[in-house]
């Protein structure tokens, strides 16, 4: 572990030690964990701070990549201060509860290749023809992503591909001065990286993992492989990338015309859709960020839904009551984006291909 902060370090370390890790260190500067690893051969995974006293983390991080040992960021630093090489790795934004830290560092280790029930669970994958689910199932993996891990930095090449299973991750748009607002959402209907299916590496957005939970992964290269070796693929990433855009239009219609709690209802309402959990895990600072208003604006959202009896809210966690009553609350900006991901994901393949559409998977209740 290297953490330059003596409290967070000990309490990080007790943590990792209650989940069974023997914990070398903490260790608080470049040069003293450079010594940790190249004197403990034993060192199978690392989590680093990347500002140690004024000097960035990043030798640690090559020397750690050099012997192949998995790591991860922990920072209360921008994402686009990880110099690209790194860019691929999980970088958790503080602050973050340490069991989440312990959680990610844990599965770094553990990673383990996909499954035909895996691939069952995305809207994507299960659409393919099942040629082309059989030769892209080697090349995936399954990946565990923290609430607030990073999938995505805005100007940076994309290095990986992911297809959720049931995280829900954040299209957000970010301002040279550092305003950010969400401007769309991506579960286990669809996948990020779209655009590398239109000769496009370079993503506009941050990316930042908003639900907790499991996707599957597979490397940019290899993605490119497979788009060059069937069709179903590039077809349907093209056809994603075009729902996410009426998203987005909707997304900018609920924002300029629409108070906070009927955009909070229908943000509420997309997040449902996404995963197989009631309640799901928010705070209101990061409802705030999504929103792109105060918190205290949130607050009092929740409580006019919650009083409607729509929703019930807790400081750390949202549990949707009435669903129907949502939808009613949310009006024109919830429907339309989702019926028109429906008629364009179900639209035929080449008609040589043997298409799933629709088989199994995790439960879509767009509109319902």
Same mark, same amino acid.
């Given at each position: 572990?290297?953490?330059?902060?003596?409290?967070?370090?000990?309490?990080?370390?007790?943590?990792?030690?209650?989940?069974?890790?023997?914990?070398?260190?903490?260790?608080?500067?470049?040069?003293?964990?450079?010594?940790?690893?190249?004197?403990?051969?034993?060192?199978?995974?690392?989590?680093?701070?990347?500002?140690?006293?004024?000097?960035?983390?990043?030798?640690?991080?090559?020397?750690?990549?050099?012997?192949?040992?998995?790591?991860?960021?922990?920072?209360?630093?921008?994402?686009?201060?990880?110099?690209?090489?790194?860019?691929?790795?999980?970088?958790?934004?503080?602050?973050?509860?340490?069991?989440?830290?312990?959680?990610?560092?844990?599965?770094?280790?553990?990673?383990?290749?996909?499954?035909?029930?895996?691939?069952?669970?995305?809207?994507?994958?299960?659409?393919?023809?099942?040629?082309?689910?059989?030769?892209?199932?080697?090349?995936?993996?399954?990946?565990?992503?923290?609430?607030?891990?990073?999938?995505?930095?805005?100007?940076?090449?994309?290095?990986?591909?992911?297809?959720?299973?049931?995280?829900?991750?954040?299209?957000?748009?970010?301002?040279?001065?550092?305003?950010?607002?969400?401007?769309?959402?991506?579960?286990?209907?669809?996948?990020?990286?779209?655009?590398?299916?239109?000769?496009?590496?370079?993503?506009?957005?941050?990316?930042?993992?908003? *639900? @907790?939970?499991?996707? $599957?992964?597979?490397?940019?290269? =290899?993605?490119?492989?497979?788009?060059?070796? #069937? %069709? !179903?693929?590039?077809?349907?990433?093209?056809?994603?990338?075009?729902?996410?855009?009426?998203?987005?239009?909707?997304?900018?219609?609920?924002?300029?015309?629409?108070?906070?709690?009927?955009?909070?209802?229908?943000?509420?309402?997309?997040?449902?859709?996404?995963?197989?959990?009631?309640?799901?895990?928010?705070?209101?600072?990061?409802?705030?960020?999504?929103?792109?208003?105060?918190?205290?604006?949130?607050?009092?959202?929740?409580?006019?839904?919650?009083?409607?009896?729509?929703?019930?809210?807790?400081?750390?966690?949202?549990?949707?009551?009435?669903?129907?009553?949502?939808?009613?609350?949310?009006?024109?900006?919830?429907?339309?984006?989702? *019926? @028109?991901?429906?008629? $364009?994901?179900?639209?035929?393949? =080449?008609?040589?291909?043997?298409?799933?559409? #629709? %088989? !199994?998977?995790?439960?879509?209740?767009?509109?319902?």
């Amino acid at each position: 572990m290297v953490e330059d902060d003596y409290y967070v370090a000990t309490d990080l370390a007790a943590k990792l030690s209650a989940h069974g890790v023997d914990v070398a260190g903490p260790t608080a500067g470049v040069r003293g964990a450079l010594t940790q690893i190249r004197s403990n051969p034993c060192i199978e995974g690392a989590i680093l701070d990347l500002n140690l006293g004024g000097e960035m983390a990043f030798p640690v991080a090559d020397e750690l990549e050099r012997r192949g040992v998995p790591f991860i960021f922990a920072t209360g630093y921008e994402p686009d201060v990880v110099p690209a090489r790194h860019a691929d790795k999980i970088l958790l934004r503080k602050p973050l509860d340490d069991d989440t830290i312990a959680v990610a560092l844990l599965d770094a280790f553990h990673r383990r290749g996909a499954t035909p029930e895996d691939v069952g669970r995305n809207g994507i994958l299960r659409r393919l023809p099942a040629s082309e689910r059989d030769d892209l199932l080697p090349l995936l993996r399954t990946v565990y992503l923290p609430r607030g891990a990073i999938m995505e930095m805005q100007g940076q090449s994309v290095s990986r591909v992911y297809f959720p299973l049931d995280c829900v991750a954040s299209l957000v748009a970010v301002s040279r001065e550092g305003n950010r607002i969400e401007t769309g959402l991506i579960g286990n209907e669809g996948m990020t990286g779209f655009g590398i299916a239109e000769g496009d590496e370079e993503t506009p957005f941050e990316l930042i993992n908003q *639900i @907790e939970g499991y996707t $599957l992964a597979i490397a940019a290269d =290899d993605f490119k492989q497979a788009l060059a070796i #069937g %069709a !179903g693929l590039r077809t349907l990433a093209i056809r994603f990338a075009r729902s996410v855009s009426i998203q987005v239009s909707y997304t900018a219609l609920a924002n300029g015309r629409l108070d906070i709690p009927r955009r909070l209802a229908r943000w509420l309402l997309m997040v449902h859709d996404r995963v197989d959990q009631n309640p799901f895990h928010l705070t209101h600072d990061y409802l705030a960020i999504m929103l792109g208003v105060r918190r205290s604006s949130v607050t009092d959202a929740l409580h006019l839904l919650e009083g409607e009896r729509l929703i019930k809210s807790t400081r750390n966690s949202v549990e949707i009551v009435t669903r129907h009553g949502l939808i009613d609350a949310a009006g024109e900006v919830y429907g339309a984006p989702e *019926i @028109e991901y429906e008629r $364009l994901m179900n639209l035929p393949l =080449d008609p040589s291909s043997e298409t799933v559409c #629709g %088989a !199994g998977g995790s439960r879509q209740h767009f509109v319902s």
